[in-house]
């Protein structure tokens, strides 16, 4: 065997190679001369083949869908290509100069693509026996992402020409640039010179600085290895080149330079930002796409204005995290297995203004304010309570608090026999003090009284969607139902009887400013508005003397209840002010105990007044306002009777004018004292 003749025989390959090159790019050259005198045949062939070019003045590039907070903050966005389109007249000089310097330095003088540039470019090529260099035009640049395939040949090179002319014919220099700015690949998922700006420095391309606009006019070439986080060197030195060839075209001083080079850039973090609101967002998300698609959620750059408070919501998560936390301690549990969810609006609107359906969305999507069914325990009781003083009774009604069967073929024993929390029974008790104090047999009784039927349909009525059991045991809150849903029937009653809808979206804009929708506040009048008076004053002695005493430290009046179903399964506080409704649950996914002691206002009460304490910060303290036809009475807090004035302790009780007790003196609300509790008044007045 003859070792040279693999060799002289690779060599005359190479040779045959070469040649079929030099044919190919002469061709090209000429065949590029023949389509600008326009007399080739085969340029007009070719010209029939090309995309049309005329979408080019209506430019509708796939773009960011931004959500903003109620205050107009930027929290969220959704995109398959990060993108944020800029105006001409928005993009600085120097940004311009930076990328007509490092990509295209006769950009203004050429007819779409540069015969200097090609011809660089094919003598580069054959050197290297391959093609290693374009000689690309941005124009030429433009053609090729918005109209042709990536790949590398001579054929794709000349339509690629071609394609340039035409738009060089077709669109303004200021128009094609404005297209490479806003269309061309910046690196780190960002498309575009205001995504770039934005993503690398945290601020608009209006904002650049010389030192910062050539370095992303550095990262066409290649984005991944010029990237400053990841290849600072080969990032300064790719920008060193672009400030100097800037200087030759004349575009900067040698001095303008110098600094630029000097400068220290600071980068913001390429990690994920922590999402402010992962469970809000992702109802936001979900809504857009299933009601205009994904193409218009991900690609049309919607504006979506949403009615998060970022104040409240801070709060919100803070006080989950805090008060999970403090359980785990006390119970000795695993960090994380306890979960939590807090769910606020404005019952006067409906505006939700915060939202937690979970302690961390990246381990679980699921959203435990929306979408868990969950038993209420005592929570629901206030709306037992609300039902039965529209049906005639008072707070000062009394029951008996006794043992009480009732027959249960599920049960071994065939029997049902409820019992109060403290397993003690009380006598006779007031309504309000059987409220305040979550007396289960009394509200069993109430409920038997009032009637099934009339119960289950007035809670619908304020808000309850889920199918409610039909038996006495849904006095104990045995019928599952959702946060979100035992706040929407709080809010009935801290907005004067009025049922609301809750909302997250005010407002969807697309990229020409036309409104797709905007939300009108959904209000109706459910409930007599001194029925609604009546229940929340109750609900405010559970704050001042009840089970929910712990949330009395807000320091302002406030409405609320605690909720503890069987074995402390699930643990609730639900309170609400005029302007604010918010509930918190907590518990295990499993449904397993909390612990013994672990009920609602040792659990969920004091996550409630974390919240609290920060969204209402700086807000003034407001009463309930008290409607026309409500009349009061002092009254005996045992026997519910009227007072006397030997009766010590003695509270003035709400009535309906008209339903007050025989003989008893009535005052007027305009002559209630000012300024002080409803129910620690001073018993001399």
Do not use: C
């Not at 311009?96 to 011809?119: L, N, T, Y």
């Not at 609320?560 to 402390?568: E, I, M």
């Amino acid at each position: 065997m003859i070792p040279f003749k693999p060799v002289a025989l690779r060599r005359k390959m190479s040779s045959r190679r070469s040649v079929l090159r030099i044919i190919i790019v002469v061709f090209l050259i000429i065949f590029v001369s023949a389509a600008l005198a326009g007399s080739s045949l085969v340029y007009y062939l070719l010209l029939k083949e090309l995309p049309s070019i005329a979408a080019l003045k209506d430019y509708r590039p796939s773009i960011t869908t931004r959500v903003y907070a109620d205050n107009g903050e930027l929290i969220d966005e959704f995109f398959l290509e990060d993108r944020k389109v800029i105006k001409y007249e928005d993009i600085p000089k120097i940004v311009i100069q930076a990328f007509v310097s490092a990509e295209d330095a006769r950009f203004f003088q050429h007819k779409g693509f540069d015969m200097q540039s090609m011809s660089r470019a094919f003598f580069k090529n054959l050197e290297a026996g391959r093609i290693v260099q374009g000689g690309s035009t941005i124009t030429q640049q433009v053609a090729k992402v918005l109209y042709l395939s990536p790949e590398k040949s001579y054929l794709r090179k000349i339509k690629e020409a071609l394609l340039a002319y035409k738009i060089d014919k077709y669109l303004t220099k200021e128009e094609i640039i404005t297209l490479y700015l806003n269309h061309i690949y910046l690196g780190h998922g960002t498309y575009g010179i205001e995504a770039a700006s934005q993503g690398y420095f945290g601020k608009s391309a209006r904002d650049l600085t010389l030192a910062e606009a050539a370095l992303l006019a550095g990262l066409p070439k290649a984005p991944s290895s010029y990237s400053p986080y990841n290849h600072p060197d080969k990032a300064y030195q790719r920008q060193a080149y672009v400030l100097s060839r800037m200087q030759e075209d004349g575009f900067i001083s040698k001095s303008e330079k110098d600094r630029a080079i000097a400068t220290k850039l600071r980068f913001r973090s390429i990690k994920p930002k922590d999402k402010i609101a992962p469970y809000f967002i992702e109802n936001v998300r979900r809504y857009v796409q299933e009601k205009y698609g994904r193409d218009v959620l991900y690609k049309e750059g919607l504006e979506v204005y949403t009615t998060l408070n970022i104040q409240m919501q801070k709060a919100a998560r803070e006080a989950v995290a805090q008060g999970l936390k403090e359980i785990e301690e006390r119970e000795n549990f695993e960090k994380g297995l306890v979960q939590g969810a807090l769910f606020a609006m404005d019952p006067k609107s409906g505006a939700i203004k915060s939202m937690v359906g979970g302690r961390d969305f990246n381990r679980s999507e699921f959203n435990r304010a929306t979408q868990s069914r969950r038993q209420p325990g005592s929570a629901f009781k206030p709306l037992i309570y609300t039902a039965a003083f529209d049906k005639g009774m008072t707070p000062s009604t009394v029951i008996v608090d006794a043992p009480i069967v009732y027959p249960d073929p599920s049960s071994p024993d065939g029997v049902w026999k409820p019992k109060n929390f403290d397993e003690k029974f009380l006598g006779p008790t007031t309504l309000h003090n059987a409220l305040v104090h979550s007396r289960n047999i009394i509200t069993i009784k109430v409920l038997e009284e009032i009637g099934i039927d009339y119960a289950t349909a007035y809670a619908a009525n304020m808000g309850i969607t889920s199918p409610i059991s039909r038996n006495l045991s849904i006095a104990l809150g045995t019928s599952g139902v959702t946060l979100q849903e035992l706040v929407r029937a709080y809010g009935v009653l801290a907005n004067e009887g009025k049922r609301v809808q809750p909302f997250f979206i005010k407002k969807i804009v697309d990229r020409t400013g036309h409104v797709f929708e905007e939300t009108q506040p959904k209000v109706e009048q459910v409930i007599d508005p001194r029925i609604a008076f009546m229940t929340s004053y109750v609900m405010q002695d559970v704050v001042e003397s009840g089970t929910g005493q712990r949330v009395k430290r807000l320091g302002r009046p406030v409405a609320g209840k605690t909720g503890t179903t069987d074995d402390t399964r699930d643990a609730w506080f639900l309170g609400f002010t005029p302007t604010l409704v918010a509930g918190v649950w907590v518990g295990f996914d499993q449904e397993r105990p909390l612990g013994r002691l672990e009920v609602g206002g040792r659990a969920a009460a004091p996550i409630w007044l974390y919240f609290a304490e920060k969204a209402l910060d700086k807000m003034p303290a407001e009463v309930f306002p008290i409607p026309e036809g409500i009349v009061f009475i002092k009254v005996d807090p045992k026997t519910g009777a009227p007072a006397r004035f030997w009766t010590k302790g003695a509270r003035f009780e709400a009535f309906l004018e008209g339903t007050t007790p025989e003989n008893a003196e009535t005052v007027d609300p305009a002559n209630l004292p000012e300024g002080v509790r409803k129910f620690d008044m001073d018993p001399n007045f």
